[in-house]
């Protein structure tokens, strides 16, 4: 019989263990194949994909719960992104079109519009969606681990990548997703920067600003929701940066400034004390007027000026913001546009990636763009020089900065969506996604692909359908990255064949000149679609895959090198293009140029009549008919429909050219026009 000394010496040392474990696991070291560092709305993301395909991964993030970013800002609490929840339609992914806030899930119900209804929802309704989506998924979260340092150390498969927290734990991975977003505030330095007050600790509170005069530094959303919030209490708000205001509704991007922001605009152009100015922030200084006898804590109370550095004598010696009145602009220019003090200056500038917790090894080097704001990245998100080192979400935006809406959710968790792809492709060997289609069924895909998908809508000129033609059938290619296009095969794992490919993507035109709410802002007839002006869809066709050379050397603007042929289908005011004559014609007979064969639809009936009257049906007939398969017409069809039919029929039999208006429409697109169709019937 054990004594009871003998199970209290096995409890003691069953604690040990425990204990000895649990410090293993909080000192120790954690290996995945995964590593997914920031749970905010791309980390889950990404989170997501891993998780559906069963791969070793974990989430960390610093912070006790999902999208902490979004617990403070924005600073004003409404979010800008849309939220449209009646669009009149059931399909899905069409409505993802207009939900610019929920993640992509394979529950049809794990959506945004369950936690707010609101057009333009709270920010406190962010957090609360992704703990939603974390917890219906069962992702795998760690909270409270804050990475502080990352590290690349050589292995026999490649780097590994060491993420060590505040507890001195280390996690090795072979791949690293970095999903931590924008959250180091961006600065400028200048003569009295330290008497600026940051958007990110600023009041939000309008009475704080009673009866002041107030210097916005910044001209983005973060600097308007600012101004609009204080502009009721404020007796004037003046906005000041080095570039002028740019309208996202002129633009066409997301990031520029949104029109529930732009209340100043008004205030502005009416002439009502507010106003909007232009200079290099590098150029100024924030100051105050010398008086002797002044004490600290009143010199904190003194009004500010706007100063010019080149009226500042020996700016560069001056050690303090304070200056004399002969070094204010006014005192050369007296209409000076701030001559007039200010009681507070907020600096509106908004963020940037954090470098500093990644070491040498494994640092991916700054952008070109975006004034280096942004990691420098590959064109499937691949940090460059740091093999193995993917960057998601709001820090992935150097591939598209200005351009589309990599930046944002509705953009972003498409890109994620990219990198898995890319992943299992060169981890696992599976190839992108695609669906093989046959040559008959590729113009209604197309038309399909068209009305609904979201990804390359949200995503445009960056993320296209490639058709990989094969002769009888085709392979399709859903939303790749068009500048890796050049790596095709191998990032993707498909192969181009001597048939060619065609591209489909969604753009804008590329008219500067555009006054988009003229009356002259849009085409209407078909054959003038390439001087379409608002977003529409356009097909490049290629007999080889591009190469990087082409790539660079492509014309200015366009998103591809100048194509073999190129068909842009007529932009439309309800963004349906399922017209038969403005949309589905020319587009079939664009892919009958292309292929080179007869891509009409034709009744059983017809099919019948064809095999018995020609050497060759056509290919509808011939995939479809020939196969048992085929649609029968009444007599009332066939009444209204013989002689359509046996007119182009008997046309096109003997026609070796292509319609002189497709012609004429080719050409004028900027793309070369090949010999005429060759029907063969």
Known sequence: MISIHCWLLFFILVGCAQCSFDNHQHNGTHHHEYCVLGAGPSGLQMGYFLNRAKRDYIILERNSGPGSFYNKFPRHRKLISINKIYTGKHNREFNMRHDWNSLLSDKPDLLFKKVSTEFFPPADALPLYLSMYVKELGLKVRYGVDIGRIRAVPSA????????????????????????????????????????????????NPDDYKDQAVLILGKGNSAFETAQSISTRASRVHMLSSSPVRLAWQTHYVGDLRAVNNELLDTYQLKSLDGIAEVKLNKIAITQLQDQGVTSGEMKKRKLYLAVNKYIQGQKQKNSSSVTGEELPGYYVDNFAMRKPYDRVIGCLGFRFNFSI?????????SDNAKGRLPGLTPWYEGKNTPGLFVLGTASHSRDYRQSAGGFIHGFRYTARVVHRVLEQRYHNNKWKSTTLKTSQLQSWILKRISESSGMYQMFEILVDVILLRGSHCEYVEEFPVQALPQFSTVSGHEVSHHGMIILLFQYGKNKNVDFLGKDRAQTEWTEAWLSNFLHPVLYYFDILPTEADMKMRPSRWPLPRPKAIHHMIEDFLAEWDSPKSHIQPLRRFLEHCMDTDLRTFYADSCFRLALTHRKPPLFCQQGYMKQQGVTRNNQLWQQVHGTVMEHTNRDAHNSGTDPAFSSYLAHAGAAVSSGLKLNL
């Open 358 to 366: 990644f070491d040498s090894s494994a640092r991916p080097p700054k």
């Open 157 to 204: 498969t490649g780097d590994t990548y060491i993420l060590t927290d505040q507890h001195a734990s280390d996690y090795r991975c072979s791949v690293l997703l970095v999903a931590t977003g924008l959250w180091v505030p961006q600065k400028v330095e200048f003569m009295g920067s330290d008497l600026v007050e940051e958007y990110e600790s600023i009041s939000t």
